[in-house]
């Protein structure tokens, strides 16, 4: 049988820090708010000109090099994003090139925060029909050109980054199984409304800005996230204390708490970053799962378990052997 096993991971941040002290001059907020219904202490944001692409190539020259191999073994880029560098090509394929790779499948999902945990379902895929020895996944996001940076509501819990992953075909365990839902239902209560075929006048004058019904997100984020929890332990015959490391989406702490707090999971065996970055969207996940893998948290053998929710709504796990 043939597993995808993560073999590396990297992740990339902006230079550029936002701090909640740097918010409190731009709208009415606070520090002592922001921490306190957010768990979020600073965001990185890229600098004008910076872009996903750039982002992406850090993160993903870290996990090639900590997967011990060379660019040119890539088989499949799959890239998370919503914030696409250009209309087209895709951000994968940007990203190729500046791998200086060529031929090699490379497309864009979008699903949003979840879009991570899609982009890893489908690599995973790819590898288990074979063919594909080395799959590049990466989350990537500059959502601050998405945000409006005077809107109280949304500006504060965002910000910019990028994480990647190799998926290797192995003998080995690897993914145990990928979990993928969406209701398009929801779509008003998060969502950028202008589009390339659809106000594209407000895209190209940079006022397409993320909308977001707050509290409604929240209470179904919390229900949701523990509901697909359930449906992967079940799936495969385990419990919650078979889980080693839960890496959740980083959108809040709030969130975060209450999802562990209904499954049982300790919070130190939570994987928490959102304090450092904000919600990066599709780089969350990823961002995380490198910071406990290089703080040697995560180690070879252990169960994780992968799970987001974002704009759609979609939602998805991944529950895998590292
Ligand atoms: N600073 C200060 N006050 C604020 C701010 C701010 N940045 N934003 C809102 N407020 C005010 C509101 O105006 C309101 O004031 P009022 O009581 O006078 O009307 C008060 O704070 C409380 O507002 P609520 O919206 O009820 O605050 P809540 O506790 O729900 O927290 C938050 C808001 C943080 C947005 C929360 O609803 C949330 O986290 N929702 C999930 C959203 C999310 O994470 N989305 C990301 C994408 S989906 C995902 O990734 C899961």
Redesign the pocket.
């Known amino acids: 049988m043939t597993y995808a096993r993560i073999a590396g991971t990297g992740g990339y941040l902006p230079q550029k820090v936002l701090t909640n002290s740097d918010l409190e001059k731009m709208?009415?907020?606070?520090d002592q708010?922001?921490q306190e219904?957010?768990g979020i202490k600073k965001r990185h944001v890229a600098e004008e000109g910076e872009t996903t692409c750039d982002l992406a190539e850090q993160a993903s020259l870290r996990a090639i090099e900590a997967a011990g191999i060379d660019a040119s073994e890539i088989d499949l880029i799959v890239m998370a994003t919503t914030t696409a560098d250009q209309v087209f090509p895709s951000t994968a394929c940007l990203l190729q090139r500046r791998l200086g790779i060529r031929g090699c499948p490379a497309f864009d999902v979008q699903a949003v925060?979840t879009g991570f945990i899609y982009a890893v379902a489908v690599a995973e895929k790819f590898i288990k029909a074979g063919g594909i020895r080395n799959a590049l996944v990466v989350g990537a996001e500059t959502f601050s050109r998405i945000i409006d940076w005077t809107d109280?509501?949304t500006c504060?819990?965002f910000g910019d980054g990028a994480g990647a992953v190799v998926l290797q075909a192995s003998d080995a365990a690897g993914i145990i199984s990928t979990h993928l839902h969406a209701d398009g239902e929801y779509k008003d209560l998060?969502q950028v409304p202008a589009g390339i075929s659809n106000g594209y006048a407000q895209v190209r004058e940079g006022n397409a800005f993320t909308e977001?019904r707050?509290?409604e997100?929240?209470k179904i984020?919390v229900t949701t996230l523990g509901r697909i929890v359930d449906e992967t332990l079940e799936a495969n015959n385990m419990q919650k204390s078979d889980v080693d490391w839960l890496i959740p989406?980083q959108?809040?702490i709030?969130?975060i708490n209450a999802t562990a707090r209904k499954l049982k999971i300790p919070m130190d065996q939570v994987v928490v970053t959102v304090g450092e970055h904000g919600?990066t969207s599709a780089a969350s996940v990823p961002l995380a799962l490198d910071v406990a893998v290089r703080d040697g948290r995560i180690k070879r053998g252990e169960t994780l378990l992968m799970e987001a929710?974002?704009?759609g709504f979609t939602w998805g796990s991944v529950l895998l052997t590292y």
């Open positions: 709208v009415d907020t606070s708010w922001i219904r957010t925060c109280r509501d504060v819990l998060l977001m707050g509290n997100v929240f984020a989406h959108a809040n709030r969130i919600n929710f974002g704009g």
